[in-house]
């Protein structure tokens, strides 16, 4: 059972331009996160959700950043007119159920460099 | 809401001594806690958790955690460090019907030869 698969691995944007980050769950899991981990910080949530819906953004820039989760295909995260605050890791993370006292499985990873 | 705090950013311990790493959390409900490790470029990876049974966890790698709810904590020992356990180590913090977990800034290991 593959997985959490995550791609691309690293990321090089200009100022300005689109990042489109993919994520697929690992089979049989419906529930997907996003998380953030600035340099030399913890992972901080950024966004939760099932097959077609958002359930929680609260982790989320107001603005340029947004997620979904088809019914097809993996989830992305896109950050457009990105700027060098976005240079991060951004890591999926994916769940059978709701987190609760459940473990989450966590992809490798999307590094970001805004240059 | 919850949060978790990492007390020291570095542990640098021996080959062969004992490691302990700090965790102590803050909830108005009963927690679950979790430790990951991450090694360098890859993702996190599930040590051990708690979820209201046993307050004494066992997880991988020889590592453990004891849950104390009068301290709040959930430390992690391992009695002899080896060199492959050189990582980073995260607490995080859920509840039940939460959205997501909660991390600490983590703390970075360094073993010594």
């Known amino acids: 059972n593959a997985g959490v698969m995550q791609n691309p691995r690293h990321l090089v944007r200009r100022r300005g331009q689109e990042a489109r980050l993919r994520c697929s769950p690992m089979?049989?899991?419906?529930?997907v996160y996003w998380y953030r981990q600035l340099p030399e910080e913890g992972l901080k949530f950024m966004v939760y959700?099932?097959?077609?819906?958002?359930?929680?953004e609260s982790g989320m820039p107001k603005e340029r950043f947004s997620a979904e989760f088809p019914k097809e295909g993996p989830s992305i995260l896109r950050i457009q007119q990105v700027v060098r605050g976005d240079s991060a890791a951004y890591f999926c993370?994916?769940?059978?159920?709701?987190?609760?006292?459940?473990?989450?499985?966590f992809g490798p990873g999307t590094r970001l460099t805004v240059t | 809401a919850q949060s978790v705090t990492q007390l020291g950013s570095h542990v640098s311990v021996s080959e062969g001594a004992l490691v302990l790493l700090r965790c102590n959390y803050s909830?108005?409900?009963?927690?679950?806690l979790f430790w990951y490790v991450q090694y360098p470029n890859q993702g996190l990876q599930l040590l051990l958790k708690?979820?209201?049974?046993?307050?004494l966890v066992k997880g991988i790698n020889g590592f453990e955690a004891e849950f104390k709810k009068s301290e709040t904590s959930f430390h992690l020992t391992k009695p002899s460090a080896h060199m492959s356990d050189a990582a980073e180590y995260f607490c995080?913090?859920?509840?039940?019907?939460?959205?997501?977990?909660?991390f600490g800034q983590g703390t970075r290991l360094t073993i010594n030869p």
């Open positions: 708690y979820t209201s049974a046993a307050t």
């Open positions: 995080a913090v859920s509840v039940e019907g939460a959205q997501k977990l909660v």
């Open positions: 909830s108005s409900v009963p927690p679950y």
């Open positions: 959700l099932q097959k077609e819906n958002i359930i929680d």
């Open positions: 993370a994916s769940s059978p159920r709701g987190q609760g006292q459940g473990e989450q499985y």
């Open positions: 089979k049989g899991h419906s529930h």
